[in-house]
């Protein structure tokens, strides 16, 4: 069987937890920020974990994470 590539766009958003989980940053951060309140911002500033239900995809398209 020949190796796996691994989406390396993917690669540079997405990074693995001590337990497996993948860890990903929020998104709506780059632009239009004078109409988000400071709360908001500061909110997505930090990093959330990936959804279950894109974890299957997400395992697939980075075969050695």
């Known amino acids: 069987m020949p190796k796996l590539k691994t989406k390396k766009a993917a690669?540079?958003?997405?990074k693995k937890t001590a337990n497996g989980e993948l860890k990903r940053?929020?998104?709506?951060?780059?632009?239009?920020l004078t109409k988000k309140t400071t709360k908001?911002?500061?909110n997505l500033r930090q990093a959330t974990l990936t959804d279950a239900t894109n974890v299957k995809t997400m395992k697939k398209i980075l075969p050695y994470l």
């Open 11 to 14: 690669a540079k958003r997405f």
């Open 25 to 32: 940053m929020k998104a709506y951060k780059s632009h239009i």
């Open 40 to 42: 908001r911002k500061r």
